[in-house]
């Protein structure tokens, strides 16, 4: 008993020793320790990323190199985050090791739209707006504005010269709808209205996103402004994280990627005799005495190559023109920050250069040098947790130096220089052995061009700098009411221009031959200076501020969504360099802008935008004027009923809109106040003579404009029905735009004024109406198959036609000549006659209509034109409305880019068609002296025309030129349909291969990633017109477009 009763009392005592040992193990066994590392996407570890247990306060941060530790239970949740990355959840299992990745939160331009003042859910968007991921947009330019083309629907884009600093492109929104002053659109960097050589000079790595916005709910809210549309452009701003820098270098060698094609020297000599053969009038000599007739002698010695100072065969191309021309870019960027501050900070160099020759005797270069420095700083500081201040500041300096008669000048010169005449120059022997000048060729005293001295003889200075700084507070009132915002920003622009001239006055010589010595004597020498001069050109300083105001609300309410937006801006411009009181004041708008939206259930929309907007140009009850837009979306894709389909068509979205918008810039750039009269009271041709010899004079008063207090702005009223469709999980996007536009109380001069009324002046009116409908598509397509492969292709169509509506003009209905009406043409027509042929022989001639009115009739080979309303002659009654507009009435894009493992292949094609324009034949009829400003010119002969002309030996009434002559014939100088070229085509505007290097390899040396990649642009180009690039239209024979071959590489750390 004693025995048991010991061993109980043993027992109780052993009972909680092994009661202890057990939840001593199991305690253990739930808070175990637990290592692991984080790092980003880029494999890069996270130092400092938060590691902590769910609804727990326990928890451990990364150290250096990610890695942590920490005690866990089985079943936790651990919550990893790190500033600018997507939070993870992981659940504790059974591992000691977790490796962690986290990636970049999704860029918020990923989910929204900019829209005017604000950010939109990409979902509740319905206005038209086309946006470009701005990658798409790197292009081996230092002009942003030739990347557009055909890179987003809705945008007509054309370039029509390759000249360094000079080569904007021209672009419209939904093309042209306006006969009036300004047809371009509205263009917005940060909400800054700057002009088209800002948007040129942007650097395309500072841009997050690149917007246009077309129809009446996207640009209502910029009133009076917004009716040619809008360029929308933000640049990109610090996100919160560890510092990122990102360098981007390129190197680019650039040709003229077609060059017109002159006839060589001797073959002008002998088509040169032949155009004065074939004009000579046998009963009038006389008439052709002073025509240049070629000896057979000097042909022959051309020919041999007797002496090239004296027989000269000047490839003028060749003397000025260098085959290619080299471009550098240095772009570097840094961004980061933490919670309370962050920063994006950029800088790029650029320097393109021309392909003009320089002369080693000068001690300075008349080639085109332009270099840019650009410099962007933009801050973002969290003040509290509910406020927010932004600084941004950017600067844009540019330096140029070239020729002085630029490069485009020069180009033209060389086609209207003879080949045969003069040398360039001479060299400096005998007696100019010790000269410290060039000796330029030249004839008759210098009396003609000599387009090398024009090159080399000076050069041209100008500095362009453009400073802007802009602050902004954001403040939520959510203590007020949950998404009440207001914001206000202030902003202060200023550029300045300078230029500058320095210049010579070249020596010109004559060559004097002795046959029998076979040498020269120079002779008709024009005395010049070998020192430059100096002359001060042009200065100017403009500065622009401006303010904006605004309160938002954004709200949900279960299944309703509603926000609403107040906004006030106001804009003044000050100009330095005018010359009259009236330009020199002040220019200043103001308005008031509202958006109200509301949403059900992510399935309807319903949207309206206003514009209150004031301009001073306009009479004080003209002054104001309200533009309202409305639209309607649907995405019935989002009903239940859809759910079956949305493995195939997951997204499909319906959207309409109208409204009406406005454009206050008429007239022209220095037409202001309507409502006042334009006076001279010191006119010298209104004055009054007196004396007795007459000899004194008393100027008078005149007046160029009467006042009219109703002239107001053009009102635009738009329509648009739109489909948005995604399938296969949105790897296919289709959007189509349908569109149409009516242009009203377009400013034009009247063409009813009785002369009984004894105006001086011409009146003005709102009276003008025009039109546009079109189309405009995207298409865009995705694949990823795994982590190795991807491919991605995109394309774009624009239709925009643009048409006369009412135009105040005779009524050539009533007199049987409806077809001189513009009502229903083409805002940007071509016009003249129609070519028939060319005349077969003299009986042709004398048995078709007069074509006596052009100044001497017409011959054998000459153009033909159709007697268009059969009164037996030729006169301006018989031109009409002809081909397609000038500019481009379709235009598109499309490409594909793909990439394996490290290797990444892209190619885009641009094309535009329905586009006509002449060749114009004053500048292009060869062996004709040309007047240039106190110079004579003697015009090339392009060598289609010596291929191709109508001759006694090839009577092809077709011939691409008509009969050969010294002087312009006018009856063939006629704008008519023989000059006229389709001016469509279609190119390969860009083609890039890179390498991206493996990030293992990279890691060991401190970078992130590292690639490198070769580009062309302009490669191939498909058209059927031959002479020059199509794109340049009837600029032809100036500076060519460029083909570029660019070498680039970009580091991340």
Same mark, same amino acid.
């Given at each position: ?314 490839? /003028? ?20 920050? @933490? ?517 001497? @009739? ?91 002309? /109508? ?27 023989? /000059? ?74």
């Amino acid at each position: 008993m004693k025995e048991r009763l010991f061993s109980f009392f043993k027992m109780n005592r052993l009972i909680p020793v092994i009661l202890c040992l057990f939840f001593a193990t199991s305690i253990y066994a739930q808070n175990r320790e637990v290592k692991g590392i984080v790092t980003g996407d880029d494999n890069e570890p996270m130092a400092g990323a938060t590691i902590k247990i769910k609804n727990s306060q326990g928890g451990a941060i990364a150290d250096i190199d990610g890695k942590f530790t920490m005690r866990v239970k089985t079943g936790d949740i651990l919550e990893i985050s790190f500033l600018g990355m997507k939070k993870q959840e992981i659940k504790v299992d059974s591992n000691d090791f977790y490796s962690i990745k986290l990636f970049p939160e999704a860029n918020e331009f990923d989910e929204v739209t900019v829209v005017a003042f604000a950010k939109q859910k990409k979902e509740s968007v319905i206005s038209a707006i086309s946006t470009v991921n701005p990658q798409e947009l790197k292009v081996p330019s230092s002009n942003l504005t030739t990347a557009l083309a055909g890179r987003m629907s809705g945008l007509i884009a054309f370039q029509t010269t390759g000249e360094p600093g000079k080569d904007n492109a021209q672009f419209f929104v939904r093309g042209a709808t306006t006969f009036g002053y300004k047809k371009d659109p509205l263009i917005l960097i940060d909400n800054i209205e700057l002009s088209t050589d800002d948007l040129a000079r942007l650097n395309v790595d500072d841009i997050a996103q690149f917007s246009i916005m077309k129809d009446a709910t996207a640009t209502a809210l910029y009133g009076a402004r917004g009716a040619n549309g809008v360029i929308l452009v933000t640049t990109k701003q610090g996100v919160a994280g560890k510092p990122k820098v990102s360098v981007r270098v390129e190197q680019s060698v650039s040709t003229p990627r077609k060059k017109v094609e002159l006839t060589d020297p001797i073959t002008f000599m002998r088509l040169n005799n032949e155009a004065v053969n074939s004009r000579r009038d046998p009963n009038n000599p006389a008439a052709s005495a002073n025509y240049t007739v070629y000896s057979q002698e000097k042909i022959e010695n051309t020919i041999a190559g007797t002496n090239p100072y004296c027989y000269p065969a000047v490839n /003028w191309y060749d003397e000025l023109f260098n085959d290619y021309a080299l471009s550098t870019r240095v772009n570097a960027n840094l961004s980061g920050g @933490g919670s309370a501050v962050r920063y994006y900070v950029a800088a790029s160099y650029t320097k393109d250069g021309g392909v003009i020759k320089n002369d080693k005797l000068n001690n300075y270069n008349s080639n085109i040098n332009w270099q840019r420095y650009s410099v962007r700083s933009n801050i973002n500081m969290d003040l509290s947790k509910t406020t927010e201040f932004s600084i941004r500041v950017n600067g844009n300096f540019d330096d140029y130096t070239g020729p002085l008669d630029s490069g485009e000048g020069l180009y033209k010169k060389v086609m209207k220089t003879s080949p045969v005449m003069y040398p360039k120059s001479y060299p400096a022997t005998g007696e100019y052995v010790n000269a410290t000048h060039v000796l330029f060729g030249n004839a008759d005293k210098g009396a003609y061009i000599n387009p090398y001295a024009d090159m080399v003889r000076g050069y041209k200075e100008s500095n362009n700098l453009l400073v802007a700084a802009q602050a902004e507070l954001k403040q939520k009132f959510d203590f007020v009411t949950k998404g009440l915002d207001a914001r206000i920003l202030v902003s202060t622009t200023r550029s300045s221009y300078s230029d500058l001239t320095r210049a010579i006055n070249p020596y010109y010589y004559q060559a004097d031959y002795d046959k029998e010595t076979n040498s020269y004597t120079l002779t008709n020498i024009v005395e010049g200076e070998e020192y430059l001069s100096y002359n001060q050109g042009s200065r100017n300083i403009n500065t622009t501020n401006y303010v904006e105001a605004a309160i938002s609300y954004n709200r949900t309410f279960g299944v309703h969504a509603t926000s609403g937006m107040l906004v006030y801006t106001r804009r003044e411009e000050k100009r330095s360099s005018e010359d009259t009181l009236q330009k020199s004041l002040p220019r200043r708008n103001q308005g008031l802008a509202g958006r109200f939206t509301y949403a059900y259930d992510s399935r309807y929309f319903a949207e309206f935008n206003f514009g209150y907007n004031g301009s001073e140009r306009f009479a004080a009850h003209e002054r104001y004027g309200f533009f309202p837009s409305f639209g309607l979306g649907y995405i019935i894709s989002n009903e239940s009923f859809w759910e079956p389909l949305l493995n195939t068509m997951d997204k499909l979205k319906f959207k309409m809109t109208y409204g009406l918008v406005g454009n206050d810039a008429i007239g022209s750039s220095d037409d202001r106040f309507y409502y006042l009269s334009e006076v001279n009271p010191n006119d010298g041709g209104r004055g009054q003579y007196f004396g007795t010899n007459y000899g004194n004079q008393m100027n008078g008063v005149s007046i160029s404009r009467y006042p009219n207090t109703n002239i107001t702005w053009e009102k635009s009223k738009k329509g648009n029905f739109g489909i948005e469709l995604g399938m296969f999980n949105s790897a296919l996007e289709v959007q189509a735009d349908f569109f149409y536009e009516r242009r009203t109380q377009i400013y034009q001069n009247r063409a009813y004024i009785p002369s009984t009324m004894g105006l001086s002046a011409g009146v003005s009116a709102n009276i003008g109406e025009a039109s546009s409908r079109g189309v405009d598509l995207s298409v865009n397509y995705s694949y990823i198959a795994n982590k190795d492969f991807w491919i991605k292709g995109m394309g774009n169509f624009t239709l925009a036609k643009g048409r006369y509506e009412v135009y105040e003009e005779p009524d050539y209905a009533s007199y049987g000549q409806g077809y001189r009406s513009r009502i229903g043409q083409p805002i940007n027509f071509n016009y003249g006659y129609i070519a028939e042929r060319l005349f077969i022989d003299e009986n042709d001639v004398a048995n078709s209509p007069s074509q006596t009115s052009f100044n001497g @009739g017409a011959m054998p080979g000459d153009i033909k034109y159709k007697d268009l309303n059969n009164d037996g002659k030729i006169t301006s009654e018989d031109q009409i409305f002809l081909g397609y507009p000038n500019q481009p009435e379709i235009t598109y894009g499309f490409g594909f880019s793909t990439g394996y493992k490290g290797f990444d292949l892209s190619m885009f094609f641009q094309g535009n068609a329905r586009v006509s324009f002449f060749i114009d034949p004053r500048n292009t009829s060869p062996f004709v002296n040309y007047d240039a400003g106190g110079k004579t010119g003697v015009q090339q002969c392009l060598d289609v025309i010596a291929k191709d002309h /109508w001759s006694e030996d090839n009577r092809n009434i077709y011939a691409f030129w008509p009969r050969l002559s010294p002087t312009l014939v006018e009856n063939n100088m006629q704008t008519s349909t023989w /000059w006229m070229h389709d001016g469509s085509f279609i190119r390969l505007k860009t083609v890039e291969l890179g390498y991206t290097f493996s990030q293992k390899a990279l890691k060991k040396i401190g970078v992130q990633s590292l690639r490198l990649y070769l580009t062309g642009s302009n490669l191939l180009t498909f058209s059927k017109f031959k002479l020059w690039d199509a794109e340049m239209g009837n600029n032809g024979l100036g500076y060519p477009i460029q083909r570029v071959y660019n070498l680039g590489i970009n580091i991340n750390f």
